[in-house]
């Protein structure tokens, strides 16, 4: 049960992840940033459970093609960094990530600023099988609709 801290791009964690738990769990993210919302399957288990969805979002791994494909149609240049990983017992993964982009298309109800955006989040993941069946996340969604609105206020 070793804690790990880093500032590893979410690929990099992928290709040296020392389990199975940890080199899904930073496969997730790095969905986020290739955009691959086909890659949900290798990831994700069909019938996940994310028990922080999205208002009005699908369930199972629907949901989360959908919150990839969301990053992906709103985002460029989305990077991941993990800050720190810990396998727990029992299947248990904690990811605490920042993400970078540029908000360069709609996402989330809100048109496109060209505005950075950095913002940091955590995961916990119950891996099972090579699949994660479970999901917790919060990121820094206010953060994340603020930088997306800032300077929105100047070009009125």
């Given amino acids: 049960m070793t804690a790990i801290s880093t500032n590893n791009t979410a690929s990099e964690m992928v290709r040296s992840a020392t389990?199975?738990?940890?080199?899904?769990?930073?496969r997730e993210l790095e969905l986020y940033d290739t955009g691959d919302v086909a890659g949900a399957d290798e990831v994700f288990a069909p019938d996940v459970i994310d028990h922080n969805p999205a208002t009005e979002a699908a369930s199972g791994i629907?949901?989360?093609?959908?919150?990839?494909?969301?990053?992906?149609?709103?985002?460029?240049?989305?990077?991941?960094?993990?800050?720190?990983?810990?396998?727990?017992?029992?299947?248990?993964?904690?990811?605490h990530w920042r993400m970078t982009a540029t908000h360069t298309a709609d996402a989330f109800g809100l048109p496109a600023s060209g505005n950075p955006v950095d913002i940091n989040g955590q995961d916990i993941m119950h891996i099972i099988d090579g699949k994660i069946t479970e999901i917790y996340?919060?990121?820094?969604?206010?953060?994340?609709?603020?930088?997306?609105?800032?300077?929105?206020?100047?070009?009125k």
């Fill in 62 to 95: 629907d949901g989360m093609r959908a919150s990839i494909a969301a990053v992906r149609d709103g985002f460029t240049g989305t990077q991941h960094r993990i800050l720190f990983q810990q396998e727990l017992p029992g299947g248990w993964v904690v990811l």
């Fill in 19 to 26: 389990s199975t738990a940890l080199r899904v769990a930073a």
């Fill in 137 to 155: 996340h919060v990121e820094e969604l206010l953060k994340l609709t603020q930088q997306i609105s800032a300077g929105a206020q100047q070009s």
